[in-house]
């Protein structure tokens, strides 16, 4: 099943999406991989789908990535004696440590330490900003606001601080737990959300060990702020325009998703756009005009993947929006200034290591030569990533002797992986590229490849040799 598209597709999974059928249906219409929201999933749902996907993967012949993503803290206000208030312009309302139901005036915050953490002039949304306070008066058992945005507001909403660091982890106990859970489940992917610093990503890779990769979401400014760390320290990014939409304005939000893209892409990682890309087709068979060109963007930006969520998790035609998708991406990439635009993205230099001055080569080479695939031996991933990050024309066959790797970069732009046993020597390397490239049909005989591996084989991060090669009559 080959793709006739780099970018790749992320679907969600939900109650639209919990039966094998539906899965291989999303497969089959351009779903690469596939995410768990551990808001909405208990261990059991968890595993029940990730054993459907390994079963559709298995009977396609591909692989399938799985991605968990954690829900991280969940700040939420308490209740009220009546079940809301409808909060006026330019009232006085205070969050306290009073467990007691709240009133017109008041309400409990039972965060003890977004109470030490507020200051005077720090914003205060709530119910996704639609009432929105800004502190006037701050200790750590009480803070004093005025209201800026009215509204109501109800039990339990949500609240976000969008200028306030909260010394708090991005891992809650039930993060642990679902975090654990799915490493034992044998999930490729992890994301993590609501990361405020480099620190948050390091705390997940510390337990994950190499299990799986770790892919920050960028969605609170804080992060913003951090940028170049925790992508230095993530294994991928997604840019969660949902959340960071609220917390920012929402006219920074487009500025932000190509700047997050291209350091990212810059940096040799996959970078995820999320987050309402498809959002009529919840109850639509089609997608609104605005959808379609948002969709467009993030391909024509390089994007690794291009993301769904209640598209595909909970609305009427889940199928639908993957195919849709699937289409945008096949005519973006076909357009003529597709080429152009990715080009101008790409880094002035390489990482001056061997290994990307050779994925620059390969890449070079085989635009040069009109090369019909660049072939890399990879055992970790990290060769495919440093060719990805060249986003070269020719497609991105990944030969890996290891399944997990293969899975893991079903989330990569451009790469379609095979599981296979590693080389015995070099003229084993170029004839079974040569094989898999016409097999895949990728070329046909007398056409030429580029071929880039490591010497010795099965050494990760070895990547230290080039060649190009002629595909022969064998399929």
């Not at 991280?72 to 306290?96: N, S, Y």
């Not at 502190?135 to 949500?158: C, F, H, M, W, Y």
């Not at 769904?308 to 998790?313: D, H, I, N, P």
Request: hydrophobic share 45%; net charge neutral.
């Amino acid at each position: 099943m080959r793709r006739l598209r780099r970018c790749k597709i992320l679907a969600t999974l939900g109650p639209a999406s919990a039966d094998k059928a539906t899965i291989a249906a999303l497969h089959d219409a351009g779903a690469d991989l596939f995410r768990i929201n551990m808001s909405h999933a208990d261990h059991d749902g968890m595993r029940e789908r990730i054993a459907m996907i390994r079963e559709i993967e298995q009977e396609s012949g591909r692989p399938i990535g799985i991605l968990v993503d954690l829900q991280g803290p969940k700040l939420r206000i308490g209740t009220f004696h009546d079940g809301a208030v409808m909060l006026k312009k330019g009232a006085e309302f205070t969050l306290d440590a009073d467990p007691t139901p709240g009133d017109i005036h008041r309400v409990h915050l039972p965060h003890p330490e977004i109470l030490s953490a507020l200051e005077p002039g720090h914003v205060v949304l709530i119910d996704d900003g639609k009432v929105r306070l800004h502190i006037v008066e701050a200790t750590p058992q009480s803070a004093r606001a005025l209201v800026d945005v009215a509204g109501r507001i109800s039990n339990r909403k949500g609240v976000s601080l969008p200028n306030t660091e909260i010394p708090l982890s991005a891992m809650t106990p039930k993060d642990r737990s679902d975090l654990e859970a799915g490493l034992n489940a044998g999930v490729d992917w992890v994301a993590i959300s609501f990361v405020q610093r480099a620190e948050d990503v390091a705390e997940v890779k510390k337990i994950a060990r190499g299990r799986a990769l770790v892919m920050a979401k960028i969605e609170k400014p804080q992060a913003i702020s951090r940028l170049a760390e925790i992508i230095e320290l993530s294994d991928a990014l997604m840019v969660a325009r949902g959340d960071l939409g609220v917390e920012m304005p929402l006219e920074k939000v487009p500025g932000l998703q190509k700047r997050i893209t291209r350091m990212t892409r810059r940096a040799g990682k996959p970078v995820v756009v999320a987050t309402q890309m498809l959002e009529s087709m919840i109850q639509s068979p089609v997608p609104t005009r605005a959808e379609v060109s948002d969709v467009a963007t993030a391909v024509f930006e390089g994007a690794d993947a291009v993301m769904l969520s209640a598209e595909s998790a909970a609305g009427q035609y889940p199928v639908e929006a993957v195919a849709t998708m699937n289409r945008i991406a096949e005519e973006v990439e076909t357009d003529s200034v597709y080429r152009a635009v990715i080009s101008a993205q790409r880094a002035a230099a390489p990482e001056p290591s061997g290994a990307d001055a050779i994925a620059v080569a390969a890449r070079d080479m085989a635009e040069t030569l009109d090369l019909k695939a660049v072939c890399a031996w990879t055992a970790s991933g990290s060769t495919a990533f440093r060719i990805a990050r060249e986003r070269p024309k020719p497609p991105i066959l990944a030969l890996t002797p290891n399944r997990d790797t293969a899975r893991r970069l079903a989330l990569v732009w451009g790469v379609h992986a095979i599981v296979t046993k590693d080389a015995s020597d070099i003229d084993d390397m170029a004839r079974r590229a040569s094989k898999f490239s016409n097999r895949e049909g990728f070329s046909e005989a007398g056409d030429r490849i580029i071929i880039v591996a490591g010497v010795p084989f099965g050494t990760p991060g070895a990547t230290n040799m080039i060649r190009i090669g002629f595909c022969g009559a064998e399929s």
